[in-house]
T-cell receptor, first 113, second 115 residues
Framework: AQSVTQLGSHVSVSEGALVLLRCNYS??????LFWYVQYPNQGLQLLLK??????LVKGINGFEAEFKKSETSFHLTKPSAHMSDAAEYFC???????????FGTGTLLAVQP | NAGVMQNPRHLVRRRGQEARLRCSPM?????VYWYRQLPEEGLKFMVY????????ESGMPKERFSAEFPKEGPSILRIQQVVRGDSAAYFC?????????????FGPGTRLTVL
């Protein structure tokens, strides 16, 4: 079985500060990992994904994430937060015999001026 | 290339009525997924369909819920005899193939409110 844990349902940072959103996964097969962002009353937009190869993955809007197998983690980072980054972020895992995405409970990011 | 389309965006039903949610995948995509987002929760997988076939319905409630993806037309998620607990946002996603690395592209969702 696969699962995702996102530590911190709410994270608040100042504009210009580092953004770090944590995601740990559990998977009995090599995982494929995804980060999605959801703005209020909208659908989910893919930020980045890890499938195979390079463990540091760069995405849109300056975000990146690093797959660390030894720590079963896929934390999302951005060096400098912008007001427009305020949204809810979801980590998801997929793999094995199923194509469905298993989502974490989400982290709501607030950016203070 | 138009994205995933869902309609209606908002749907209000009274208890006992039927709700029909429609999803048109991106052009060229033949795989559709439905997810439900309850208040204060993440998205939960419901069902995975290809044209005219249900591939995985492990997340569908056993009663009142059904889904189809006909040869022609959009995918439909149908909820019969709705109850207040069905109030949620329902998201559809599509992908071009069945590979595990395929990106699922999400629609804007249908927000169902049951009075």
């Amino acid at each position: 079985a696969q699962s995702v844990t996102q530590l911190g349902s709410h994270v608040s940072v100042s504009e210009g500060a580092l953004v770090l959103l944590r995601c740990n996964y559990s998977s009995s097969v090599p995982p494929y990992l995804f980060w999605y962002v959801q703005y209020p009353n909208q659908g989910l937009q893919l930020l980045l994904k890890y499938t195979t190869g390079a463990t540091l993955v760069k995405g849109i809007n300056g975000f990146e994430a690093e797959f660390k197998k030894s720590e079963t983690s896929f934390h999302l980072t951005k060096p400098s937060a912008h007001m427009s980054d305020a949204a809810e972020y979801f980590c998801a895992v997929r793999g094995g015999a199923t194509n469905k995405l298993i989502f974490g409970t989400g982290t709501l990011l607030a950016v203070q001026p | 290339n138009a994205g995933v389309m869902q309609n209606p965006r908002h749907l209000v039903r009274r208890r006992g009525q039927e709700a029909r949610l429609r999803c048109s995948p991106m052009k060229g995509h033949s795989h559709v997924y439905w997810y439900r987002q309850l208040p204060e929760e993440g998205l939960k997988f419901m069902v995975y369909l290809q044209k005219e076939n249900i591939i995985d319905e492990s997340g569908m409630p056993k009663e009142r819920f059904s889904a189809e993806f006909p040869k022609e037309g959009p995918s439909i998620l149908r909820i019969q005899q709705v109850v207040r607990g069905d109030s949620a946002a329902y998201f559809c996603a599509s992908s071009p193939g069945e590979g595990n690395t395929d990106t699922q592209y999400f629609g804007p969702g249908t927000r169902l409110t049951v009075l």
